[in-house]
């Protein structure tokens, strides 16, 4: 599938942010040396933990859903600017790790956790 299906799939009424995403690392823009590294973990299938930090829009987030994108793998996002509890926190990360999953590997991306 070319990049311009992809463009056609996705819904008409979605955030410019989300509709024009990279989905490959191809696509992202950023630190030659992060893409290079990332682009090993995918290859090897062997993801470590990992943690972006950096400013506003520098692609943090963007490089955390194109890596579960491009692994077999079950994965939550949370949003801590939405969801500021740390005990709402702990329980969907405890819930979401002690079940049974799909696929071999789970991830949990906690997003914007400055916030916590």
């Not at 942010?17 to 696509?27: C, I, M």
């Not at 692994?71 to 969801?83: F, L, M, P, Q």
Request: aromatic residues 10%; positive net charge.
């Amino acid at each position: 599938m070319n990049q311009e299906e992809k463009e056609q799939k996705k819904p008409d009424n979605t955030l410019w942010v989300e509709k024009y995403r990279p989905t490959t690392l191809k696509d992202y823009i950023g630190n030659e040396h992060l893409k290079d590294k990332v682009a090993e973990y995918i290859k090897t299938s062997d993801i470590p933990h990992l943690l972006f930090y950096g400013k506003a829009g520098t692609g943090k987030t963007t490089l955390a859903k194109l890596i579960v994108g491009r692994i077999n793998c079950d994965y939550i996002v949370i949003n801590a600017s939405d969801e500021r509890g740390v005990d709402t926190i702990r329980s969907k990360v405890k819930g979401f790790a002690s079940t049974v999953g799909f696929k071999d590997k789970k991830i949990i991306i906690l997003d914007e956790f400055d916030y916590m």
